[in-house]
């Protein structure tokens, strides 16, 4: 039995999870669909216990995910959006000023100061962030997303890189808080700055791509079931074809996934049954976000693209 | 219990006999040396990584290629640039690692190059040098233009980036420290401790009050903390600015790595570029500490130096690859350029009003300032002069000096 490798789940992996398969599996009744490459990074995350760095362009899926992967865990997710100027009292835990300035008065002159300073430092007036609820989650553990975290700045890094090596914070006032259950963390980068070496090192880490043709069908046929399959068909095939070149060049940032589902279910909600030039150039504010990127995707572009994709699906 | 995993039932693939066994210790030696492979192909991994490719493959055995080489992918790389070389590294090492290790011959010059004898950088063999008489003190109209300043003629004829001269190192290094680039800041959205500002510090407030039975003596107060503006920076490298470029790229990483403000020294957000007939980012060699080691590796990265110049183009790949670096409105750009453009000028100006529309001020750093009744009548710089917020003259100390100032005026415009 033993040497057959670890074949025994470690805690907090929950039964019928132990290959990368059944994880893709669990995954896809989720409306989330992996590549192999993505499921082995997440098994590994899980069974190594280490956090999971996904970077990727925008609109691939990175938050989604986490939603995906907390649903299978059967654990909470809590999730903490970086943003410049992130600070560890909105990240980790802040006292409640005004309820102890309440108690404070309310206790005054009947107590010296030394016991009314552990009076208001009691577990009642913590502010809980979600680092520290990640933490304190009670079993079976949460999934911890840590969105954006190249948003924030550097000396953040820092102090996330002792959270996610040890998953313990001291408070002062009170002592330390260990994880009851280490938390499955995710953290999301788009790039905008290089993260710091260290905290890459801690990390496992995966490049989302954005999907190939099959995969983004089988996302549309799922979260839009109300859309006709060939329209269905022609969606996955015609914003594949927006992603790669000779088109790709006349776009500043091509469309997400996101795009392609509200794109398809923008499709629906118009009775579109086939994609012509003149729908597509109509819909076009929902697959581009940027002025110029709207209005390069003129009717000439886009009959050559719903050419090339007709040829690329058969 | 599933044993179709169990990697020592069922026939192995050929490329697993490659990879080794871990239970006669061939697996972990060949998995160290694929290592090493990688860090010499510029990956970096190190120990603890290859011991965490270990257990990973432990937990996703060995039975599937293509399972194993995404586990490896998982825990050895972590940088998107380092796919394709892993990728590439990775099937070619487990096909033969013999062939992997002469590819890598090929590949990487740096091995070859250690292997060498040390070179000693100038400024070293002139510190050991006997000191020679009358040795010229730089004065404040030190002229910026290496071809004047360098009294090594056959590193003029190189033409090349090369490591500075004792000589320079100094002059850069005293302008680095003279010449304070106050390089603006705004005040960010972190707060410290303080006694101004709008907001209470309310921690600090209680723990003075607790300690005096709960009065609040003083109202601690949270300020917002001083942030250097993030800084873009483009530097031409076209034939007609090789004179300046070593120098100006030299004193910008001396001089823009940190800004002092309110009593603090702040790192400064910069990205770097080298731009002639194409884009080369530089980021890699403006993190090192050492000017030197900066323009060593800036040579080794730029492969267009003494070139043509098309800024047009250069910023076109910018704006596709690069355009993270522009965040928010809030960067400075200084494009360091002669203007002496040789692609079309619309293209180049379209190209401005994007870098206008996405930047808080876009400086033009002209060296040719520095002759008489100069007027940027060429085709690029007319664009340049019409779309730049300012035209500023960098050939000289004190010219540099004048551009503290002037940066300093143009942002409280």
């Known amino acids: 039995m033993a040497s057959a490798g670890a074949s025994a789940a470690p805690a907090g992996l929950p039964p019928g999870l132990d290959s990368i398969d059944a994880l893709m599996t669990a995954l896809e009744a989720r409306a989330y669909f992996a590549d192999r490459r993505l499921a082995t990074a997440v098994f590994l995350a899980l069974r190594l216990g280490r956090p999971l760095l996904l970077e990727g362009e925008p609109g691939v899926g990175k938050t989604e995910l986490a939603k995906a992967l907390a649903g299978v865990l059967g654990r909470d997710l809590l999730r903490l959006q970086c943003f410049d100027g992130l600070e560890q009292r909105e990240a980790l835990y802040e006292w409640n000023y005004a309820a102890q300035l309440l108690h404070l008065r309310a206790a005054d002159g009947r107590m010296p100061a030394g016991d009314l300073e552990q009076e208001v430092y009691q577990p009642r007036f913590l502010v809980r962030r979600p680092l520290l609820q990640a933490l304190q989650a009670p079993a079976p553990g949460a999934v911890l997303l840590i969105d954006e975290v190249d948003r924030a700045d550097e000396p953040f890094e820092a102090f996330l890189l002792e959270y996610l090596g040890e998953y313990q914070v001291s408070i002062p006032e009170l002592g330390t808080v260990r994880a009851t259950v280490a938390p499955v963390t995710l953290l999301t980068s788009n790039r905008t700055r290089e993260l710091n070496d260290a905290v890459k090192r801690r990390c496992l880490y995966h490049w989302l791509d954005y999907p190939d043709r099959e995969r983004e069908l089988a996302i549309v046929r799922a979260l839009v079931p109300q859309a006709p399959e060939a329209l269905a068909r022609q969606v996955a095939a015609f914003v594949q074809q927006l992603r790669t070149a000779p088109y790709d060049a006349h776009f500043q940032r091509a469309p997400g996934i996101a795009e392609t589902v509200e794109w398809a279910r923008a499709l629906v909600a118009l009775d579109t049954l086939v994609l012509d030039p003149e729908i597509v150039v109509d819909t076009a504010g929902i697959l581009f976000k940027q002025r110029d990127d709207v209005a390069a995707l003129d009717p000439a572009l886009v009959s050559g693209a719903l050419r090339s994709a007709e040829q690329a699906v058969a | ?413």
Not at chain 2, 140 to 156: N, Q
Request: hydrophobic share 45%; proline share 5%; net charge positive.
């Open chain 2, 1 to 413: 219990m599933t044993s179709t995993s169990d990697p020592a039932s069922g026939p192995r693939p050929h490329w697993v006999s490659q990879l080794g066994d871990a239970r006669r210790g061939k697996f972990s030696g060949n998995l160290s040396a694929f290592g090493r492979a990688l860090r010499r192909a510029g990956v970096p991994v190190d120990a603890s990584r290859i011991a965490l490719a270990q257990e990973a493959l432990q937990c996703v055995g060995v039975a599937h290629k293509q399972d194993v080489g995404a586990a490896l992918e998982a825990v050895l790389v972590s940088r998107e640039q380092d796919r394709i070389v892993f990728r590439e590294m990775f099937d070619a090492f487990f096909r033969d690692p013999e062939l992997a290790h002469q590819l890598l011959a090929r590949m990487v010059p740096r091995a070859a190059r250690e292997a060498g004898p040390p070179r000693t950088r100038p400024r070293v063999r002139a510190a050991l040098a006997p000191p020679t008489a009358g040795q010229p003190r730089a004065e404040s109209d030190v002229e910026l233009d290496a071809a004047m300043t360098a009294s090594d003629l056959a590193r003029l004829k190189e033409a090349d980036f090369n490591r500075l001269t004792a000589n320079e190192y100094a002059l850069v290094q005293r302008l680095a420290q003279d010449v304070a680039l106050p390089l603006p800041t705004v005040d960010g959205r972190r707060t410290c401790a303080g006694w101004r500002g709008p907001r209470v510090h309310w921690g600090r407030t209680l723990r003075a009050a607790a300690r005096h039975g709960g009065d609040v003596m003083i109202l601690h107060r949270l300020q917002r903390r001083p942030q250097p503006l993030p800084l873009l920076v483009l530097v031409d490298v076209s034939g007609s600015m090789e004179r300046y470029a070593r120098t100006l790229l030299a004193f910008l990483h001396a001089s823009t790595r940190h800004v002092r403000a309110g009593g603090q020294t702040l790192p400064v957000n910069r990205e770097v570029f080298a731009f002639g007939t194409e884009l080369t980012y530089l980021g890699a060699a403006f993190r090192l500490a050492d000017t030197d080691a900066m323009l060593l590796a800036a040579g080794d990265l730029i492969h267009d130096f003494a070139g043509g110049t098309r800024l047009g183009d250069c910023l076109v790949s910018l704006r596709r690859q690069y355009s993270r670096c522009l965040v928010g409105r809030r960067t400075i750009v200084l494009i360091v350029s002669d203007g002496l453009d040789t692609g079309e000028p619309e293209d180049l100006a379209r190209e401005l009003s994007w870098l206008k529309r996405r930047s808080r001020r876009v400086l033009w750093l002209n060296p040719l300032l520095r002759f008489d009744g100069y007027e940027p009548s060429a085709r690029g710089a007319a664009v340049l002069h019409r779309m730049a917020d300012a035209m500023l003259a960098v050939h000289n100390v004190s010219r540099l000096q004048e551009l503290a100032g002037a940066i300093a005026a143009l942002m409280k415009r």
